[in-house]
């Protein structure tokens, strides 16, 4: 039975990536979510032609953020990317395999996550990049495999799903 190469993160993600500078006012960050039609984004810091990486957004993070400052009546300063942001979200290489990231995607509930090199963004992958990456290659799997059972070789499966790129 013929192996084809599982579709890695570089393959899957957009590179075309909306992000949130730092000092930028939640107002400004819901209204920025809402214009985009966005769940969630990355705070990055220009640094040359590239963006670092500082933390992520979610709507949820807004949600909290207003929610407090109505109820409690702003007892805090002024709500920036910078005082919401998560910091040190969990991202991905471009190597990243499409298993790795099914498990990823699938362990911790995300609904997008960071591809970086080293602290610069380069892009970001979403479920449903996933999802529709793995029905093209399960769809290409079932047409080119033979169609009797092999008992399947959990090492070499194992061996796949845990290898993170460099």
Same mark, same amino acid.
């Given at each position: 039975?013929?192996?084809?190469?599982?579709?890695?993160?570089?393959?899957?993600?957009?590179?075309?990536?909306?992000?949130?500078?730092?000092?930028? /006012?939640?107002?400004?960050?819901?209204?920025?979510?809402?214009? $985009?039609?966005?769940?969630?984004?990355?705070?990055?810091?220009?640094? +040359?032609?590239?963006? %670092?990486?500082? *933390?992520?957004?979610?709507? *949820?993070?807004?949600?909290?953020?207003?929610?407090?400052?109505?109820?409690? +009546?702003?007892?805090? !300063?002024?709500?920036?990317?910078?005082?919401?942001?998560?910091? $040190? !979200?969990?991202?991905?290489? !471009?190597?990243?395999?499409?298993?790795?990231?099914?498990?990823? #995607?699938?362990? /911790?509930?995300?609904? $997008?996550?960071?591809? &970086?090199? *080293? !602290?610069?963004?380069? *892009?970001?992958?979403? %479920?449903?990049?996933?999802?529709?990456?793995?029905?093209?290659?399960?769809?290409?799997?079932?047409?080119?495999?033979? $169609? @009797?059972? #092999?008992? &399947?070789?959990?090492? @070499?499966?194992?061996?796949?799903? #845990?290898?993170? +790129?460099?």
């Amino acid at each position: 039975m013929k192996t084809q190469t599982s579709p890695t993160a570089q393959d899957l993600m957009n590179r075309d990536v909306r992000t949130i500078a730092p000092d930028m /006012h939640l107002v400004d960050i819901v209204a920025f979510l809402q214009k $985009h039609k966005l769940s969630n984004a990355p705070v990055t810091q220009k640094e +040359g032609n590239q963006q %670092r990486l500082l *933390g992520f957004i979610s709507e *949820g993070d807004c949600l909290e953020c207003l929610a407090n400052e109505l109820f409690y +009546g702003n007892p805090s !300063p002024v709500q920036t990317a910078e005082t919401i942001m998560k910091r $040190h !979200p969990t991202c991905v290489t !471009p190597a990243t395999d499409i298993f790795t990231l099914t498990s990823i #995607f699938m362990s /911790h509930q995300f609904r $997008h996550l960071p591809v &970086v090199e *080293g !602290p610069m963004l380069i *892009g970001i992958v979403s %479920r449903r990049d996933i999802l529709r990456s793995l029905d093209k290659y399960y769809r290409k799997w079932s047409e080119t495999r033979d $169609h @009797e059972r #092999f008992p &399947v070789d959990m090492r @070499e499966i194992m061996n796949l799903r #845990f290898l993170v +790129g460099k």
